[in-house]
Structures are given as structure tokens and as C-alpha cells.
């Protein structure tokens, strides 16, 4: 899984996120995630 720096990806999940509307969301679901680890 490491092929891909991890904030090359959180760039395309981001600017990807951006077109979205529901961009807080999103946001707030990633870092629960995160905060679960």
C-alpha cells in the first residue's frame, strides 16, 4: 500500500472532496476514522 505517499493521495481525496457539496462531512468522517487507528 505504499506505492503512493500518503499525501499525494490525500490530494486527490481532497480536490476530489472540493466538488463535493458535502465536503464537511466527509472531512469529519475521514478524521473519526483516523482518530480510531
Excluded at 8 to 34: G, N, W
Amino acid at each position: 500500500m505504499d506505492m503512493v505517499p500518503f499525501t499525494e493521495i490525500m490530494k486527490l481525496v481532497i480536490s476530489e472532496a472540493k466538488k463535493v457539496k458535502d465536503f464537511k462531512p466527509f472531512q469529519d468522517k475521514f478524521v473519526y476514522q483516523e482518530n480510531k487507528k
